[in-house]
């Protein structure tokens, strides 16, 4: 039995431990890298909002604003990060993990969808390759409040649906 062929005996494990690694990736000094800028922050204004205020809205000076490039971003990133500040309360930190999730839940799912078209070798190459491609910046998008992760962790699915299929 080959070394590769033993290896792959065990492929829940080593899936798990993928799996952790990238977690690892995701989560060393989340607070602190990338850089908080201004695009994540006027994000967590709706969020922020929906805990303090009870609406779905950016705030300013001039009062609410139900429409906007801010709520752009949509409920399947904003609500979830609402219901993290309802818990863990308000902070970059819980946001933040919360685009985690969907990095890591991208990354089980685009590797069904490849094992579907093709072999698990071919799963664990496409994988690789769009965890480490720097067209893509996975590992920096998926560190951001933002809805490139999120968007992508839903067209990984059949249909766009967040439910069901390869995952």
């Known amino acids: 039995?080959?070394?590769?062929?033993?290896?792959?005996?065990h492929r829940k494990a080593l899936r798990l431990a993928a799996l952790a690694g990238v977690l690892v990736l995701a989560v060393i000094n989340l607070t602190n890298y990338p850089t908080p800028w201004y695009d994540e922050g006027s994000h967590l204004h709706v969020p922020k909002a929906v805990v303090t205020?009870?609406?779905y809205a950016d705030y300013s000076s001039d009062g609410l604003r139900y429409y906007g490039p801010t709520i752009g971003v949509g409920p399947?990133?904003?609500?979830?990060?609402?219901?993290?500040?309802?818990?863990?309360?308000i902070g970059l930190l819980p946001a933040r993990l919360v685009v985690v999730a969907y990095l890591l839940g991208l990354m089980v799912c685009f590797f069904g969808l490849a094992r579907s078209l093709g072999r698990e070798r071919l799963?664990?190459?496409?994988?690789?390759?769009?965890?480490?491609?720097?067209?893509?910046?996975?590992?920096?998008?998926?560190?951001?409040?933002?809805g490139e992760v999120p968007a992508f962790f839903c067209g990984s699915q059949p249909g766009g649906a967040p439910a069901g299929g390869a995952c």
Not at 76 to 87: C, I, K, Q, R, Y
Not at 123 to 146: F, I, N, Q
């Open 53 to 55: 205020m009870g609406q």
């Open 1 to 9: 039995m080959t070394f590769y062929a033993r290896l792959f005996k």
């Open 76 to 89: 399947t990133v904003l609500l979830p990060v609402a219901a993290v500040f309802e818990v863990a309360g």
């Open 123 to 146: 799963a664990w190459v496409a994988a690789a390759l769009l965890l480490a491609s720097r067209g893509v910046d996975l590992l920096v998008y998926g560190r951001e409040v933002l």
